[in-house]
């Protein structure tokens, strides 16, 4: 197993273009950066989980089409969160009203938001502990409602704004409560 590496960067001082350039010139490294301003190189999933976060983000892309809500985010999507930190959720939703306030420029390269919704789903590789600091980092940015799916457990951390996490035991469906209105996600495809 592969553990994400980090990489303490602070000498460098990066600027948000630099950062930006460093991730168009390794398109095949998946990188995120904290904020503390620490580089984070993380494994490629392998295909069991690349396969289970397919899944994911086709069930919301569909619920999104029907409804037409918002805009649906992919992991190769980094957002830029208001802590300066540069997160790459495996999926993510955002309202239509939001994605229309920002600029051309802005949608070309990082998001300069945290999304309404974003899912992380563990794989092999990945620290639980890490995971659920990513969540709670999320929501203290804005996001409204997270999911951490955590296969090896079969256990669904819920994280809302203003509440406390709550933890589910192999849910065979999951509602988008108030935030994504008629979703539900399909667990039985993703355990």
């Known amino acids: 197993?592969?553990?994400?590496?980090?990489?303490?960067?602070?000498?460098?001082?990066?600027?948000?273009?630099q950062f930006y350039c460093?991730?168009?010139n390794n398109r095949d490294l998946r990188l995120e950066k904290n904020a503390q301003g620490d580089l984070i190189i993380m494994p490629p999933t392998g295909g069991?989980?690349?396969?289970?976060?397919?899944?994911i983000n086709f069930q919301l892309r569909l619920w999104n089409k029907q409804y037409n809500l918002g805009?649906?985010?992919?992991?190769s999507t980094g957002f830029k969160l208001p802590n300066n930190a540069y997160r790459s959720p495996d999926a993510a939703w955002i309202p239509i009203e939001k994605w229309n306030t920002l600029t051309s420029e802005q949608r070309q390269k990082f998001l300069p938001l945290s999304p309404d919704f974003v899912i992380e789903l563990r794989s092999p590789s990945d620290s639980l502990k890490t995971l659920q600091?990513?969540?709670?980092e999320y929501i203290e940015n804005g996001t409204k409602l997270g999911w951490l799916i955590n296969r090896?457990?079969?256990q669904i951390e819920i994280y809302r704004q203003g509440k406390d996490t709550e933890i589910l035991d192999n849910p065979q469906i999951l509602s988008g409560e108030t935030i994504l209105l008629n979703f539900t996600l399909d667990l039985t495809l993703i355990w």
Do not use: A, H, P, Y
């Open 71 to 75: 805009k649906v985010f992919d992991s």
């Open 1 to 17: 197993m592969v553990n994400s590496i980090q990489i303490n960067l602070d000498i460098l001082n990066l600027t948000d273009e």
């Open 152 to 154: 090896q457990d079969k």
């Open 48 to 55: 069991e989980t690349g396969d289970r976060n397919s899944e």
């Open 22 to 24: 460093i991730c168009e």
């Open 133 to 136: 600091d990513k969540m709670k």
